[in-house]
Nanobody, 122 residues
Framework: QVQLVESGGGLVQPGGSLRLSCAPS????????VNWYRQPPGKRRELVAT???????NYEDSAKGRFTISRDNAKNTVYLHMNSLKPEDTAVYYC????????????????WGQGTQVTVSS
Protein backbone atom coordinates (compact mmCIF):
# COMPACT_ATOMS: atom_id res chain seq x y z
CA GLN A 1 0.00 0.00 0.00
CA VAL A 2 1.36 3.43 -0.91
CA GLN A 3 1.34 6.08 1.75
CA LEU A 4 2.25 9.74 1.79
CA VAL A 5 5.19 10.60 4.01
CA GLU A 6 5.72 14.08 5.39
CA SER A 7 9.11 15.29 6.60
CA GLY A 8 10.90 18.49 7.49
CA GLY A 9 9.07 19.50 10.64
CA GLY A 10 10.81 20.54 13.82
CA LEU A 11 11.34 23.28 16.35
CA VAL A 12 12.01 26.75 14.98
CA GLN A 13 12.15 30.21 16.50
CA PRO A 14 9.59 32.87 15.56
CA GLY A 15 10.57 34.47 12.28
CA GLY A 16 12.34 31.33 11.14
CA SER A 17 11.74 29.09 8.16
CA LEU A 18 11.07 25.45 7.45
CA ARG A 19 10.51 23.40 4.32
CA LEU A 20 8.11 20.49 4.58
CA SER A 21 8.13 17.68 2.05
CA CYS A 22 5.41 15.23 1.06
CA ALA A 23 6.44 12.18 -0.92
CA PRO A 24 5.03 8.71 -1.62
CA SER A 25 6.40 5.78 0.35
CA UNK A 26 7.34 3.98 -2.88
CA UNK A 27 7.47 4.53 -6.61
CA UNK A 28 4.26 5.71 -8.26
CA UNK A 29 3.21 7.18 -11.57
CA UNK A 30 1.73 10.49 -10.45
CA UNK A 31 -0.04 12.49 -7.77
CA UNK A 32 -2.93 14.76 -8.64
CA UNK A 33 -3.96 17.72 -6.50
CA VAL A 34 -2.17 17.94 -3.16
CA ASN A 35 -3.28 19.83 -0.08
CA TRP A 36 -1.37 20.76 3.03
CA TYR A 37 -3.47 20.80 6.18
CA ARG A 38 -2.52 21.55 9.74
CA GLN A 39 -4.01 20.80 13.12
CA PRO A 40 -3.01 23.11 15.97
CA PRO A 41 -3.17 21.72 19.50
CA GLY A 42 -6.76 21.39 20.63
CA LYS A 43 -8.17 22.68 17.36
CA ARG A 44 -9.67 21.27 14.20
CA ARG A 45 -7.67 20.41 11.12
CA GLU A 46 -7.56 23.28 8.63
CA LEU A 47 -6.52 23.68 5.03
CA VAL A 48 -3.33 25.67 4.50
CA ALA A 49 -2.47 25.41 0.80
CA THR A 50 -3.36 23.51 -2.35
CA UNK A 51 -1.48 22.80 -5.56
CA UNK A 52 -2.90 21.18 -8.67
CA UNK A 53 -1.06 18.78 -10.94
CA UNK A 54 -0.46 21.70 -13.27
CA UNK A 55 1.08 23.81 -10.52
CA UNK A 56 -1.76 26.22 -9.73
CA UNK A 57 -1.62 27.15 -6.05
CA ASN A 58 -4.08 28.53 -3.53
CA TYR A 59 -3.55 29.55 0.07
CA GLU A 60 -5.53 30.03 3.24
CA ASP A 61 -5.44 33.69 4.31
CA SER A 62 -2.95 33.25 7.16
CA ALA A 63 -0.48 31.53 4.81
CA LYS A 64 -0.59 34.09 2.01
CA GLY A 65 2.68 35.94 1.61
CA ARG A 66 4.54 33.65 4.02
CA PHE A 67 4.08 30.11 2.71
CA THR A 68 4.77 28.77 -0.77
CA ILE A 69 3.56 25.42 -2.02
CA SER A 70 5.48 23.84 -4.89
CA ARG A 71 5.92 20.47 -6.50
CA ASP A 72 8.49 18.42 -8.38
CA ASN A 73 6.46 16.13 -10.61
CA ALA A 74 9.56 14.14 -11.60
CA LYS A 75 9.95 13.17 -7.95
CA ASN A 76 6.21 13.16 -7.18
CA THR A 77 7.06 15.37 -4.23
CA VAL A 78 5.26 18.43 -2.94
CA TYR A 79 6.84 21.03 -0.71
CA LEU A 80 5.56 23.65 1.68
CA HIS A 81 8.07 26.45 2.19
CA MET A 82 7.20 28.34 5.35
CA ASN A 83 8.79 31.69 6.14
CA SER A 84 8.27 34.26 8.90
CA LEU A 85 6.88 31.55 11.15
CA LYS A 86 4.74 32.56 14.10
CA PRO A 87 3.86 30.69 17.30
CA GLU A 88 0.33 30.29 15.96
CA ASP A 89 1.73 28.22 13.09
CA THR A 90 2.51 25.50 15.63
CA ALA A 91 0.62 22.40 14.52
CA VAL A 92 0.89 18.96 13.04
CA TYR A 93 1.08 19.40 9.29
CA TYR A 94 -0.47 16.80 7.00
CA CYS A 95 -0.40 16.34 3.26
CA UNK A 96 -3.35 14.96 1.39
CA UNK A 97 -3.73 13.91 -2.24
CA UNK A 98 -7.03 13.52 -4.00
CA UNK A 99 -5.62 10.83 -6.30
CA UNK A 100 -2.41 8.83 -6.42
CA UNK A 101 -1.90 6.85 -9.60
CA UNK A 102 0.18 3.90 -8.50
CA UNK A 103 0.09 2.05 -11.80
CA UNK A 104 -2.03 1.86 -14.93
CA UNK A 105 -4.52 -0.27 -13.01
CA UNK A 106 -4.23 1.03 -9.45
CA UNK A 107 -5.20 4.38 -7.99
CA UNK A 108 -5.68 5.59 -4.44
CA UNK A 109 -8.12 8.36 -3.61
CA UNK A 110 -8.02 10.71 -0.64
CA UNK A 111 -4.59 9.67 0.60
CA TRP A 112 -3.16 11.14 3.82
CA GLY A 113 0.19 11.15 5.49
CA GLN A 114 0.88 10.63 9.20
CA GLY A 115 1.84 14.25 9.75
CA THR A 116 4.93 16.15 10.82
CA GLN A 117 5.12 18.35 13.90
CA VAL A 118 6.03 22.02 13.51
CA THR A 119 6.68 23.95 16.69
CA VAL A 120 7.39 27.67 16.60
CA SER A 121 8.74 28.85 19.91
CA SER A 122 11.56 30.86 21.40
Amino acid sequence: QVQLVESGGGLVQPGGSLRLSCAPSRSILSINTVNWYRQPPGKRRELVATITNGGSANYEDSAKGRFTISRDNAKNTVYLHMNSLKPEDTAVYYCNADLITVSAAVGITDAWGQGTQVTVSS
